[in-house]
């Protein structure tokens, strides 16, 4: 079960997630879902190990909870049908056979007498069919199904796909509905539904849900996923279908049924043998089968499917701090009489469906009267598009159903926000997946929201399908205009959800990165760092390793402490430690979440808004979170607005390099070295951009310190990252040189200098030159400390040293090596001692403070510094033994190594010279590969040299002969040097001991005394001795040869690379050295000593290296440098443009538009002239109607009459009239201005049905024949404050209609309405149900709606206006968890003055007060109100009454403010901004309206 949650997370993190991959908030009835992040709490150093489960523990858990929660459906009682089986057997009423039964169920007692009922005789048993389904002869892919019983929760089942099953809750939900059976599509119409239903799907990451089986619209679905994985893009992600369908329907499902599970479960399709049943469809991912107990009975996933789908789309999905409820739409293919009533379900909950236009029989009737006024949607029009789309099944349409029909599907297109018509050819609808997620924006734009949540929840969909293009089109248009700070939510989410696209578009749209970054914002996204990455490891462990910090959570020097790890320690910490005052922002550990959901962090930008900038540079710690994860696209994004941007690419090579040393997995290793070479080649292109500008200033930026990477500079940087190809740039290089130089001109000869070096006097000749005038022209003693300061001179003067040195140090060895040291040796003594101080020196260097630890870890990092100190401390060796009179010669012995030693110093000193130093790094790089030579041949030297040893010689006990034999005879035998004995021809015994007894010979081979002749198999030794030669002189040392032909040519094409990167260390060595050469170098020493040890005067590094600016100098320097990278990067623009690659690929992209403009171009030509055909035909027929009355008028003689004229249909355009651009019609269209509420087939709070009223039925002056509405009166508790039931005569005869009834008005704002049958007659026509139902009277309901509003004001107290106009306040109150807000008015008691709901918020003592005030009101509208809950005998009419305070200072308006209070705790009140968008009730709006217009306000 955890296995697929965890590899799903490893491989989303390579990916684009997609999607908000995390598990939602926990719910009252889903406690059990936990936050995925918190399971990366092992500190295990394998990471993404720690998220896999072994497949045993998977089927364990699942076989043990599937079975504890999951029910299955049992029939208890047999009952013989009176139909047979397919088979012919008897069967019972549920369907199955008997032998299907358990046993009990066949017992005549238990329910003997009885009539079969599902409610009594089924019950509830665990399920015995779960796990995984694999299909016989389809592959290898693997399902998850289960049998489920119909009454199981929909959280439990949420439960179990989201834990047990593993899957990532959606970012979107599709349902898809249709034709059960098989129906033919148009292959390009079936092209594009498929591609666009699957891209949809994998991209925001849905969840598609159909019915599973292997038929109609499931099949197509299918098929298209099947299109999907066989196609490269199946490694993009898997796109997660899942089939509910019914158990009892289903074919084979004997195989299914494993009661521990089936891991797998083998199923076969048998299409051929399954009857009337049906099978699954072998490409959905998970089937969940609903069981009622039945047999052969379709639908019964139905009422499970709908709950299921309304609690996933009632479930919110968080990440990053951006919290969504889970978007549904309905996708419609074709279908039957069961698709409409899914569709007017969808359409009447606010569920935004989608229609395919061609799919045939419903899809195609809905489209083609999606565009027209709901005036024309009649009766007669439906019959005929049923007639044309239903050809086989019209004849069974009765009247009546085309009535249903008419009135359901006029109720679809009425709310057309929510109705999408997806046409093939259509502009803007090339593709479904556009069109499903543009239905969904629209639909979001129909609730009642302001503007800002509006925008701001369709912006939050945008982000969580990871469609920048539907953001761009649909939301980030004129029509809105973002401020940044509304951007930052979601600006986090896509940094976190790895959305690199929108990065970019929000910065297009004005997010400032400097603004946008806070302390909280870097916390937040520090704890969301993906947690199979290797920075969250670390960080961890850090953690780990401060128990204390666990408590408090953790700060932002924690990541400082990693990053220096990364970054070397040449850096300061980028985060310093928090202070005691700054404690109360902790960062929690990265196992707990941040709770934002109540709060969220848009909040949390307002609160932090006004602090000061807590770091340095904001772009820097983005960057920096990006690289940590490996994130190319969005580093690459936030590069390109960094500040310090070479220094920046420089450090993200050395991150990248340093994580990649202890990454496990190779993909990623790979990745992180490829990006680390791309920053390093940033970092080349921006400084290569500077250097042709200005070399001057591109070389200060090498030295600079950058206080935002560390107080480093960006050649320290590129020196610990070891990035070769930048520090061997030209400009670099000559910097390098300049410094080499000192103030000596570059272009002076050696052989000047080193003669100037022997004779200085020539200085003053002008043999060398400078490079500031001044020294030029100078003679004095300047002249000479620049000459001799120069890090050259110093060089060569060091190289002169040290071969004097060298040549005094032989000449003791070998000709003056006396028992009491000479004069010459006691020289050598001094010169060592210099030599000692030197290294001394470059020991405790420590420029930048950063400790004597520090300092020492570098000195000994460098491969030269520790032969130094072993050949100082081999020195000293010798001279203790050289000094003891006894050990005289070994001293001599360990002084002469010693000068071997110190010979090999000269390979560092010869690394400056471009001739020999490229060489000495080939024979570096070689010495490596001779001591794996050396491994290698000590196998074959030993194993011959012992064979050899044994079979010659007889138990040689002398350890230096058996090393001999053994070991250095077989060396030689390399060499050519074959052993004396080894084929016994050459043997003389005189020339070996045949005891061992003589130290001066080899102890004799096995021989034979008599003869004295060898006796050892000679041709065994032979054998040994040409296999031996074989494999060690051809075949290991060619392949030594090989090795170092290998390294030559490898190293040869990076040599020079690696001198100049080399050459570096060297130049910062002397051109910090003293300048005078051992031994006279103890002067400096000794002026060093006194001026740090006993003035205390700290050290400075040279400037040359690293120089700190001005602040002013440095602005303007890193300005350029923004400038040059601006540039850079057009630059690598246009470069990428001009690449063949890109330019076919741009080709190519062109050609396919092209073609698909054409094809939809002839789509819309024969559409067009289809339709004007079409049009042409019918007004061929109605001309011929026309004539034909005509005639038969003038044949009797007579006038017709009216109702017998036919109507000329109206011209249609060539075009059919777009849904989307008749938002709005229905103000607009006359036809519709009957009531539209009231005629809703659901009447509210309770399970009545009305019967079905068309527009063109409800006049009562219509005929309609068949109409015999249900009769519905609620039974209400006070019965005498209400008229009677209405079914019996009697008592309604005493009400006086029409008239003032006692303490009731029964008079209605319309005038006279009809009585008939002694109920009143709603004057405004039909509405599908008689009966007062949930109202009071019969007759009108008066009602009053005070609207009470104010001027909005802002904190000045100045009135606020938008688009010219004042802004209104309007006071609103809303009951329970109901999501629209009502005027504070209502029903009144009789005799009464203010309404019921207006006394629940007002207190008594202000009563009269508003009596008052409604007096001096204004009257807005009196009359009918469209209200659901009216019937044909009762309706509510109402007054509305305008209450506005023009002066925040009245003082009612302050006693009113005063007085508002709720009695009721599920009540709430507030002032609302009067917005076209204002979350009211319908019919309130319209009120509303009418006010603002009065004042000339905005609405």
Request: proline share 5%.
């Amino acid at each position: 079960m955890e296995s697929l949650v965890k590899r799903r997370r490893d491989q989303a993190s390579s990916r684009e997630e997609d999607s908000f991959g995390v598990q939602p908030r926990r719910v009252a009835d889903l406690a059990m879902v936990p936050n995925l992040q918190q399971r990366s709490t092992s500190l295990c150093r394998s990471r993404k190990s720690q998220y896999l489960f072994s497949n045993c523990e998977k089927k364990g858990n699942l076989s043990s909870w599937i079975p504890d929660n999951i029910k299955k459906k049992e029939c208890m009682y047999f009952v013989e049908s009176s139909k047979l089986s397919d088979a012919g057997k008897v069967v019972c009423e549920c369907g199955y056979p008997r032998e299907k039964h358990l046993e009990e169920a066949t017992w005549p007692h238990t329910f003997q007498g009885q009539e079969w009922d599902p409610k009594k005789h089924v019950r509830e048993m665990p399920t015995d069919a779960f796990g995984d389904i694999v299909f016989t002869g389809l592959g290898q892919k693997v399902g998850k199904y289960v049998r489920l019983s119909q009454d199981t929760p929909s959280s439990l089942i949420y439960q179990l796909m989201t834990q047990q099953w593993g899957l990532d809750a959606p970012n979107l939900l599709i349902s898809v509905t249709g034709g059960a059976k098989d129906f033919n599509m148009k292959p390009r119409l079936k092209s594009v539904f498929r591609r666009g239903l699957v891209k949809v799907a994998q991209t925001s990451g849905a969840w598609v849900i159909t019915g599973g089986s292997h038929t109609g619209v499931m099949k197509q679905v299918g098929e298209a996923v099947r299109d999907f994985s066989l196609s490269g893009s199946f490694c993009e992600g898997e796109v997660v279908t899942i089939g509910i369908a019914t158990w009892g329907a289903l074919h084979n499902r004997e195989s299914l049924i494993h009661p521990m599970g089936g891991f797998p479960a083998e199923y076969i399709m048998d299409e051929e043998g399954q009857g009337h049943l049906t099978c699954l469809d072998s490409n959905h991912s998970h089937f969940i089968l609903v069981d009622d107990g039945t047999h052969g009975h379709y639908g019964v996933e139905i009422p499970l499917r709908t709950k299921l789908e309304k609690f996933i789309s009632q479930q919110t999905k968080e990440r990053g701090g951006v919290a969504i409820k889970i978007p549904i739409v309905c996708v419609v293919l074709e279908g039957g009489p069961g698709t409409l009533n899914t569709i007017y379900n969808a359409i009447t909950n606010g569920t935004p469906c989608v229609v395919v236009e061609g799919s045939g029989r419903v899809a195609d009737v809905i489209a083609q009267v999606a565009g027209l006024p709901i005036s024309e949607i009649t009766i007669s029009l439906i019959q005929q598009k049923l007639s044309m789309f239903f050809q086989g099944m019209f004849e069974t349409f009765t009247e009546s159903r085309i009535v249903e029909w008419t009135k359901k599907i006029q109720d679809i297109v009425r709310r057309r926000q929510l109705l999408t018509v997806f046409r093939e050819g259509k502009d803007g609808q090339q593709d479904v997946d556009v069109a499903i997620l543009q239905a969904l924006l629209k639909a979001s734009r129909s609730l009642d929201h302001f503007g800002h949540e509006n925008w701001d929840h369709q912006l939050k969909l945008a982000v969580a399908w990871n469609r920048v293009d539907i953001a761009q089109s649909e939301i980030f248009t004129d029509e809105r205009q973002w401020k940044p700070s509304e951007l930052y939510p979601m600006m986090v989410a896509a940094l976190i959800t790895n959305k690199p696209k929108f990065v970019k578009l929000f910065l297009e749209n004005g997010v400032q990165l400097k603004e946008f970054v806070s302390r909280a914002t870097l916390f937040y996204l520090y704890q969301n760092l993906e947690p199979t990455c290797l920075f969250h490891y670390k960080l961890r462990k850090v953690l780990a390793g401060e128990p204390e910090c666990l408590d408090h959570g953790m700060l932002l020097h924690h990541v400082a402490q990693v990053l220096r790890e990364l970054l070397g320690d040449s850096t300061q910490p980028l985060y310093p430690r928090p202070r005691s005052s700054d404690q109360q922002h902790p960062l929690l550990v990265p196992s707990v979440k941040i709770n934002v959901q109540g709060v969220s962090l848009r909040s949390l930008y307002k609160r932090s808004s006004g602090q000061a900038t807590f770091t340095i540079d904001p772009v820097r710690d983005l960057l920096i979170w990006a690289i940590v994860q490996n994130r190319r696209e969005l580093a690459e994004i936030i590069w390109a607005q960094s500040q310090d941007c070479i220094a920046a690419a420089l450090a993200c090579s050395k991150i990248l390099k340093e994580l990649s040393k202890e990454e496990e997995d190779t993909d990623s290793l790979e990745e992180m070295l490829v990006l680390a070479d791309e920053y390093e080649q940033r970092a080349i292109g921006v400084f290569t951009e500077c250097y042709r500008k200005d070399e001057e200033r591109a070389q200060k930026l090498l030295v600079r310190v950058s206080e935002a990477w560390g107080r480093t500079t960006c050649l320290q940087l590129a020196l610990e990252a070891k990035d070769m190809k930048f520090v061997s740039h030209g400009g670099i290089q000559a910097f390098l040189t300049k410094v080499w130089w000192g103030q000596l001109g570059v272009d002076n000869g050696l052989w000047r200098v080193v003669l100037c070096m022997l004779v200085f006097p020539l200085l003053y000749t002008g043999l060398v030159s400078f490079r500031t005038r001044q020294l030029q022209a100078e003679r004095g003693l300047a002249r000479v400390r620049a000459f001799f300061s120069a890090p050259v001179v110093v060089f060569h003067m060091n190289i002169l040293s040290y071969f004097v040195f060298l040549c005094l140090f032989a000449y003791v060895l070998m000709v003056d090596f006396q028992p009491q040291p000479s004069g010459c040796e006691y020289l050598i003594y001094v010169w060592l001692f210099s030599l000692v101080c030197e290294e001394l020196r470059q020991l405790f260097y420590d420029p930048d403070g950063s400790g004597l630890r520090k300092a020492v870890l570098v000195y000994f990092s460098d491969f030269w510094n520790k032969l130094d100190v072993c050949a100082i401390l081999l020195f000293i060796a010798g001279l203790t033994c050289r000094l003891t009179p006894s050990l005289l010669y070994t001293g001599r012995i360990i002084l002469s190594l010693d000068f071997t030693m110190f010979c090999l110093r000269l390979m560092h000193i010869f690394t400056i010279s471009k001739t020999l130093g490229p060489k000495i790094i080939i024979v570096k790089r070689m010495m490596k590969d001779v001591f794996f030579f050396l491994f290698l041949l000590a196998v074959w030297v030993v194993s011959f040299g012992v064979a050899k040893q044994a079979i010659l010689i007889h138990n040689e006990r002398r350890v230096e002969w058996i090393f001999r034999g053994a070991i250095y005879h077989s060396y030689l035998t390399i060499f050519g040097q074959l052993p004396t004995y080894i084929d016994g021809v050459n043997f003389r015994p005189d020339q070996c001991s045949p005891n061992g007894t003589d130290p001066y010979k080899p102890k004799c081979p096995e021989i034979d005394q008599a003869r004295q002749e060898p006796v050892f198999p000679e041709w065994l030794t032979v054998l040994l001795l040409c296999l031996y030669l074989l494999f060690a002189n051809i075949l290991l040392l060619n392949l030594l040869i090989a090795m170092f032909n290998y390294t030559f040519q490898q190293v040869q094409e990076r040599t020079d690379q690696i001198w100049k990167f080399q050459r570096h260390d060297l130049i910062e060595e002397y051109q910090g050295r003293p300048p005078a050469p051992p031994p006279f170098i103890l002067l400096s020493h000794l002026h060093l000593f006194i001026k740090r040890v006993v003035l205390k005067i700290p050290a400075k590094r040279h400037k040359q290296f690293k120089n700190k600016l001005e602040k002013n100098e440095e602005a303007a320097l890193l300005s350029w440098e923004i400038y040059l990278k601006e540039n850079y990067l057009q630059e690598q623009q246009f470069q990428q443009k001009q690449r063949p690659e890109q330019k076919i690929q741009d080709v190519s992209d062109k050609v396919d538009t092209m073609v698909s403009l054409l094809e939809m171009a002839h789509l819309k030509q024969s559409g067009a002239v289809e339709q004007r055909l079409a049009s042409l035909e019918e007004q061929v027929a109605q001309t011929a109607t026309a004539l034909h009355w005509i005639v038969k008028a003038l044949r009797d003689s007579g006038f017709g009459s009216e109702e017998g004229v036919p109507t000329l249909a109206p011209q249609k355009a060539s075009v059919e009239r777009d849904p989307e651009l008749d938002r709005g019609s229905k103000a607009e269209d006359p036809g519709d201005a009957y009531h539209v509420n009231a005629r809703h087939l659901f009447y509210p709070n309770c399970s009545v049905l009305r019967l079905p009223v068309p527009n063109e039925k409800v006049p009562w002056e219509t005929e309609f024949l068949m109409y015999n509405p249900p009769f519905y009166t609620a039974d209400r508790k006070d019965k005498e404050l209400v008229d009677p039931v209405g079914d019996a005569l009697e008592p309604l005869s005493r009400i006086s209609y029409n008239a003032v009834d006692g303490p009731l008005d029964r008079r209605s704002f319309h005038g006279v309405y009809a009585v008939r049958d002694g109920l009143p007659l709603n004057p405004m026509g039909r509405t599908g149900l008689r009966g007062r139902g949930d109202l009071s009277r019969f007759g009108p309901n008066h009602t009053l709606q005070p609207v009470i509003t104010r001027w909005r004001r802002s904190l000045d107290g100045a009135i606020c206006r938008k688009s010219v106009k004042k802004v209104l306040e309007v006071l609103v109150v809303k009951r329970g968890p109901s999501e629209h807000w009502m005027l504070p008015g209502g029903s009144r008691e009789p005799g009464e003055m203010l309404p019921r709901k207006l006394k629940q918020v007002l207190r008594r003592e202000f009563w009269s007060s508003f009596e008052s005030l409604l007096t001096q009101g204004m009257e807005v509208y009196k009359g009918y109100m469209d209200d659901p809950r009216n019937t044909d005998n009762a309706w509510i009419e109402t007054v509305a009454v305008s209450i506005h305070f023009s002066d925040q200072s009245d003082v009612e308006l302050k006693r009113l403010n005063s007085h508002l209070y709720s009695c009721d705790q599920g009540m709430a009140i507030r002032w609302q901004v009067v917005d076209e968008r204002i979350p009211l009730d319908d019919n309130h709006k319209a009120i509303l309206q009418k006010v603002a217009t009065l004042f000339g306000a905005y609405y």
